[in-house]
């Protein structure tokens, strides 16, 4: 069973940036769908990123394209969200969530339930 850990979150000011890390167990990582989601304050969960089969294929929400990047070290089993002119909107409780066997990347990997592991969540607040 895969064991999803994310960190990195934190309270920063509008224009700030942040890097969240997310540890997924297993020993074929890298053949692993890893995605980012969040859950904002009275807002349903959203796709934010997802990074598909060795980082071949990636993929952004609208209101976050061209200020997150998502990326991969698979000798570490890690995907990243890298995090920049963050927004009072991007408040949230962001999730790591993984599919090891790349079944969702034939349809871009954007729907929570491609994913069957997910952590626990890390907080971001951005305010000033």
């Known amino acids: 069973q895969v064991q999803v850990v994310e960190s990195g979150g934190g309270s920063v000011q509008p224009g700030g940036s942040l890097r969240l890390s997310c540890v997924a167990s297993?020993?074929?990582?890298?053949?692993?769908?890893m995605g980012w989601f969040r859950q904002g304050p009275g807002k349903a969960r959203e796709f934010v990123a997802t990074?598909?089969?060795?980082?071949?294929?990636?993929y952004y929400a609208d209101s976050v394209r061209g200020r997150f990047t998502i990326s991969r070290d698979n000798a570490k089993n890690t995907v990243y969200l890298r995090m920049n002119n963050l927004k009072p909107d991007d408040t949230a409780v962001y999730y790591c969530?993984?599919?090891?066997?790349?079944?969702?990347?034939?349809?871009?990997?954007?729907?929570?339930?491609?994913?069957?592991?997910w952590g626990q969540g890390t907080q971001v607040t951005v305010s000033s």
């Open positions: 969530a993984a599919d090891p066997y790349n079944y969702c990347s034939g349809h871009g990997c954007l729907d929570e339930k491609d994913y069957g592991y």
């Open positions: 297993g020993r074929t990582f890298s053949t692993y769908a």
């Open positions: 990074l598909t089969w060795s980082g071949d294929t990636t």
